[in-house]
């Protein structure tokens, strides 16, 4: 489809081998792989530093998850349930999706549609019937749409993310707003039931929580690169907040041992008491907005 690409967009061969679109407008500079729709880097003209956070030690290769950047979660959130032995966060981030249409709007974004159909026959447990279709616009700000259509006959219930990884000064010294009342499972203490009660989040020790029922915009202040990322949302009633710190940063054979304090992660996801179940025919819509303002 290269001849139909606008200007700033071109189809290249990215790290690994792996299939790529690259953007490079008066608005932004991205690079979005095809393995697994993965948005890898965003970073408009006025950002003197990436805004996606990617890991050094990422691997790039078919059949393994990217570290950093937007992978998708789907259709489970974590490790499967009852399945040990299926991929964590499903296949869609491991998966080769088809690029559907780039163009080009009035604003100066480069809009980017991708597809990918529910789980080819050869991947065990994944709903044949699930179809999905990835739209992002690639501007001054950041915007991404994924839609889940059922064309099964029978409802489907699934779990999803935007699993967005953000590039901070340093993660100590972040706070993260809009999550002041919400409920989350803190899955660095099994899972406990907590409140966010009247608290900005802030980072000082490893952090994994699953913030539930809420569609709030999340806004994350970052004193060390001096901006103000904000996070809205629809169609999301989960968000999920992570940081990995020293010792699993060490765990992780695809995220570098001294990285941690620059990334948090601040995800737009449906999972575990908020997964959707969509009856036969239907879609739904899950977006994220994302802008960014100097402080
Ligand atoms: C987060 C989860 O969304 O993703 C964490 O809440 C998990 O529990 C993290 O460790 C990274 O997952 P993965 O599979 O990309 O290493």
Request: aromatic share 6%; net charge negative.
């Amino acid at each position: 489809m290269s001849a139909d690409l606008p200007s700033g967009a071109r189809l290249d061969t990215g790290r690994g081998g792996l299939a790529r679109l690259s953007i490079d407008t008066p608005t932004c500079a991205a690079e979005l792989y095809l393995h697994g729709a993965h948005l890898c880097r965003w970073q408009p003209r006025n950002q003197a530093h990436p805004v996606l956070w990617m890991s050094d030690a990422s691997r790039f290769e078919a059949g393994a998850p990217i570290r950093g950047g937007v992978p998708i979660c789907f259709p489970w959130f974590g490790p499967r349930a009852g399945d040990p032995s299926a991929p964590v966060h499903g296949v869609a981030r491991i998966s080769a999706w088809t690029l559907d249409g780039v163009t080009l709007e009035a604003s100066g974004a480069i809009i980017a549609r991708l597809s990918l159909d529910g789980g080819a026959p050869a991947i065990p447990h994944v709903p044949q019937d699930l179809h999905l279709a990835y739209e992002l616009h690639l501007g001054r700000d950041l915007s991404m749409a994924l839609t889940v259509t059922n064309r099964g006959g029978v409802p489907a219930t699934f779990e999803e993310a935007l699993h967005t990884y953000f590039s901070v000064g340093d993660v100590r010294r972040v706070t993260v707003a809009g999550l002041e009342g919400a409920t989350y499972a803190d899955k660095v203490d099994g899972g406990t039931r907590k409140s966010q009660s009247d608290e900005l989040v802030t980072i000082g020790a490893e952090t994994d929580r699953l913030y539930l029922d809420t569609g709030a915009t999340v806004t994350l202040t970052d004193p060390g690169l001096g901006r103000r990322l904000r996070v809205e949302k629809t169609g999301s009633r989960s968000t999920v907040v992570w940081n990995p710190w020293i010792a699993k940063s060490r765990a992780m054979p695809d995220f570098g041992d001294d990285e941690w304090p620059g990334m948090i992660c601040i995800e737009t996801a449906n999972a575990s008491a908020n997964a959707v179940t969509l009856p036969p025919h239907a879609s739904h819509t899950m977006t994220a907005a994302i802008n960014v303002t100097a402080i």
